[in-house]
Every structure is written in C-alpha cells, then in structure tokens.
C-alpha cells in the first residue's frame, strides 16, 4: 500500500484533487476518450451482427484506429483520476472489475482488427460465427465497463 500512498501524495494527484481545474478536465478527458472508444467499438460490433448494412467493412477498419486513440486518452486520465484515490481504488473491487472490464473490452477490439482485414474473402460477405461472437461479447464488456465505472463513482459516496 506504501505505493498507493505514495501516488497520492503526487504533484499529479494533488492537482486532480485540490485545483479548480485538476478534476473537472480529467474527467471530461475520460468521458470523452470513453465516447470516442466506446462508440466506435460498439458501431464496429453492431455491424458485425448484422447493422447499419449501408456501412462497409472496410470503412470500418478506418474507425478502429481512432478508437485506440480514445482508448490513449482514456488509459491516461484514467490514470489521473486513480492517483487522486489510488489507495481507496487499489482495493475496490468495483473498480477492479471495471478495469478488467475495459481491457477486455480492448481485447476483443484487438481481435476485430485484424479479422476485419481480412472482410474481403468472408463467404458471402457476412463475418464467420466466431466475429459474430466476438462482436457481441465486446458489446456485453462495454456496457458492463460502463455500468461498473458509474457504479464505483456513486458506490463509494455510501462507504
């Protein structure tokens, strides 16, 4: 735990908590990254089950990218707002689910990319089963990331 403290008594933390401005920009910075990952990774799995027909899986390979980015800027004020409560968010376990949430999340965005490449030689140009699946388990990790995030702002008011 001496580690935790020891970020919270960062220049970082200290301005996350105490200025006017530390918390209100990390946090817009994360709901931003999060709509920027969260919505394009969702678009993308939709159109693998079968929405938004009039997209084509190659101009889906161009909005991934610009997930990651989302998903940059989230990793970073993410990072801003657990040093402000590191020692607190360390132990929480509706945080740690979230945070594993996310990177699967992730995982599963990683798994689309390539596969998206490759849209090209599907048989009659529908994704195979297993993109399918993966489409819609990324959906499922996305809403429960979100679920549990919101969750451990408003969870830790009543502990």
């Known amino acids: 735990m001496a580690f935790f403290a020891w970020l919270e008594a960062s220049k970082l ?3 996350v908590r105490m200025s006017s401005e530390g918390y209100p920009t990390v946090i817009t910075l994360h709901a931003i990254g999060m709509a920027i990952m969260v919505g394009l990774c969702v678009i993308v799995d939709l159109r693998l089950l079968g929405r938004f027909d009039g997209i084509p899986y190659e101009a889906l390979q161009k909005l991934l990218p610009v997930a990651w ?10 990072s801003g707002l657990f040093v402000a409560q590191a020692t607190m968010f360390a132990t929480d376990l509706m945080f740690i689910a979230k945070i594993l949430l996310v990177f699967a999340g992730a995982a599963t965005a990683g798994i689309l990319q390539p596969e998206l490449a490759k849209a090209s030689t599907w048989p009659g140009g529908k994704p195979p089963p297993r993109v399918r699946n993966i489409a819609a388990i990324g959906i499922v990790f996305w809403l429960c990331a979100i679920v549990t995030g919101r ?6 008011i009543f502990i």
């Open 13 to 15: 933390a200290e301005w």
């Open 151 to 156: 969750l451990t702002a408003y969870i830790m």
């Open 69 to 78: 980015v989302g998903f940059l800027i989230n990793t970073l004020s993410g």
